[in-house]
């Protein structure tokens, strides 16, 4: 695991106000020095008058530890009760997830085959991926939840944005998707139900996502699927 990226987490997670107590990272260090028979230089408290600040204990306990190892223990570190409601924590745990979940196998996806097959289309729109994936972590970590469905319809949008070559809102290409569709001679009634559906979509996103946090969580991952579904469409037939 990158040294930055350590450090960064290990000042989040022992923050001087509202991180661990140097204690506590005396505890929970020596909890995992012992899982994984690892040795680290602090593991009882108080911490020697040479060494900085808490901070540094912990980071330097957690460089002990093998990449997987550590993001094992970060991840557990922002899953405790005390911490894992702070935005901070909150935005910790997100980021580790970004940069390390696929590699260590802690992203798991609603349905593999349709976002799986909605990557392979979206390779050639990297700024809709980017959104595309961020969502998908954020529902998998069960954090920001509004910001989860907003990022995936930012995804669809920056896609329908890049095919019609203009930077509309989605609400204002709907008519534009329906002609362009109409030209690739796509049948009339699944033009319209296309077309009917981004509208509804849009709707849905703006009554419950864009201006409010009353997202119903069961309704998540079908909006993941529907937006994926929606997408692969979209391109395959106009990109």
Not at 70 to 83: A, G, K, T, V
């Amino acid at each position: 695991m990158d040294s930055h990226f350590i450090t960064y987490a290990t000042d989040v997670l022992g923050d001087t106000q509202s991180g661990l107590s140097g204690s506590e990272i005396a505890k929970y260090s020596t909890e995992f020095a012992v899982k994984y028979n690892v040795a680290i230089p602090y593991g009882t408290y108080p911490f020697p008058k040479t060494l900085s600040n808490k901070r540094t204990a912990l980071r330097r306990n957690i460089e002990e530890f093998s990449g997987e190892q550590q993001f094992q223990i970060i991840l557990w570190l922002c899953e405790l009760p005390q911490l894992e409601q702070q935005e901070p924590i909150k935005n910790l745990k997100l980021r580790l997830l970004t940069n390390y979940g696929k590699q260590y196998g802690m992203i798991n996806i609603p349905d593999s085959s349709v976002v799986d097959e909605t990557y392979h289309w979206l390779i050639d729109y990297p700024r809709a991926l980017e959104k595309y994936n961020e969502s998908l972590i954020k529902y998998h970590a069960n954090l920001f939840v509004r910001s989860s469905i907003d990022d995936m319809r930012l995804s669809f949008e920056l896609v329908v944005k890049e095919i019609l070559c203009n930077e509309k809102s989605l609400e204002n290409q709907i008519q534009e998707i329906g002609s362009r569709l109409k030209e690739k001679d796509v049948s009339a009634e699944l033009r319209n139900m296309y077309v009917k559906l981004v509208d509804y979509y849009t709707k849905y996103q703006n009554t419950y996502v864009k201006h409010d946090d009353r997202v119903n969580k069961n309704e998540i991952e079908y909006i993941i699927e529907l937006t994926s579904l929606m997408m692969k469409f979209l391109i395959k037939t106009l990109g």
